[in-house]
């Protein structure tokens, strides 16, 4: 068996030992005489699966006492319908929009309210300057991306705005280093980037932001609901909530994410510098947002583009294509990614501009 | 390792040689160098994967080709919501109720429009005689449970309701028997009983019911935009879909939905005939709706219940207790319960009766 380097936006690559530990657990669990998959979520096997699974959660990230973890269906999609029929509560959203996600994320909301969008940039290369913000002091919530895959933008800060209550859909930069999580009103995550399988979608919301929900919403996107049903109002996508503990787990095991942090800190830089250093290769990111996770990048010519591609995946490194929307190459290097995949791939680029640039 | 026989109500019991290839293909599906968990869902292997678990659906279902297939998120409860969101268009939903899932799909539907409570015996015990339904000819369908998994009360054939689409919550019945899908608008069911892992909902709906989706829907509720986007509108939940396609795979190897569907009725058999020639044991429901898949029954003295539950699990037998609505005992003994694991049931119920009776 050859692993590859899977540069794959999401889902994407996950940690060779959580595999392992997956595949040895596979039929019998601990001795309980099956497979994880085939546990009701009611007994006790399964119940101490959850439990263990957002205990770590909420030690990898120190989340505070008062903010709920809920485990969710549906992904950073359903929660751009589910945020703002849990909060609107008869006033509007503030949306900050700095990529593809950002604008989808406006579209459902203006279903059930106004979505104001109060920062755009023109061209989506750079987080909008706080300063341009137009925000509503009385927005039931501030919604903002703070990592956008597809442009490859991150804010590496977090944006204050006051005591109106901030929103974020983190499913691309979830658990890539540590977070304030009491700046936040509601963080929301699909897990396929880094911290789990597709299936599952994290929401960490504080408490007191329960309970305002438009009585139209399907009942499982009712925060409260789900929160008063410990994340089983109906069956949860177990065996992604499994797999997402045995990641978390992983990241305890690496030294939590102060060390995942400045890992992916370096993975990107390594990457970064090389394209900055050779006039080949062209990232249209400000070098102040550019993002750790998704590293974007152009070639001095495009018609080369899918050569660069089927290349890689041929030596082992595939998942390099750009979104169908921006075109060009990207590299999601998320925590899973080894730091001699992002070497290999620099080394990749190097030999292709030395025999095709 | 002992495996043991699951009678969890679901997610439940899985083909052993299902699992045995999850587990061999885990860190590498077919030289790709990564776990179907890993794949992008929109490069060819998973795509692959994706196209070959709907062709053998098709197949052994035989869906005509003028119905779509859905891989969803959410569940049975989430579709609970998308059936009238989708299907109501202004007019109303007739609902038979014949236990706590319909129940509970009545009480969704009442959201968005009007929910006819069409039919609904005082107990659950029986399915509702077609001649007593109370339907509405102009009504925008006409919403059934086949099986109610927490009272073990079946339909065993298709009700007729004329022109107006029959919509059916197939959640626990799904895949248990040969289906003539013709007869159906839109057949729904969470994966997590017969079909595969949690996380993964299939929808069968007839093409002229797509877009009349109500615009207040979330997104990825809509069954049109769901359908025009191959089930990826948003990240599905990829090793669900993966599993529940071997699941498919391993019914075809089995000869297909008529042996399953008469193992299923041999093993329903087994331990209703031995239920009703002992005078300890009851089952509740009328004998031409008990259902194939989940059976109920009490004990004469229910103070022994925890005592028979307990020891089952203890001698490899794990998940009968009957659901908290109900209580009892509940064998539920889906597609991947051996004819050894009714056999072994049986036993332990006789040697029970003999002990502690």
Redesign the interface.
Known sequence: ????F?F???????P?PV??Q??EE???WRG????V?????R?KPFMSIATEAEADLREVLSIPANYKVLFM??????Q???VP?NLLNGKSGDYIVNGAWGVKAVK?CA??GQANTAAKPATFNQVPARETWTLDPNAAYVHYTPNETIEGVEFHSIPDVGSVPLVADFSSSFLSRPLDVSKFGVIYA?A?KNAG????TFVIIREDLLGTCN??A????DYKAVADNDSM????????WY?SGLVTKWIKSEGGLAVIGERNRRKSSLIYDYIDSEPFYTNPVARADRSWMNVVWTLADSTLDAEFVKGAAAA?M??LKGHRIVGGLRASIYNAMPEAGCAALVDYMKEFVRTRG
């Open positions: 068996m050859t692993r590859v899977n794959s936006a999401g889902p994407s690559t996950l060779v595999l392992e997956v595949r596979l039929l019998d309980t005489g099956m497979s998959m085939e546990m009701s979520h007994d269906q549906g992904g950073a999609t359903g751009f319908a589910a029929l459902e279903k059930w699909g396929q399988p597709a299936g599952i009585p139209l399907p009942s499982i996107f109002l109906n069956t949860p996508s177990t065996f992604s797999v082992g595939p998942g």
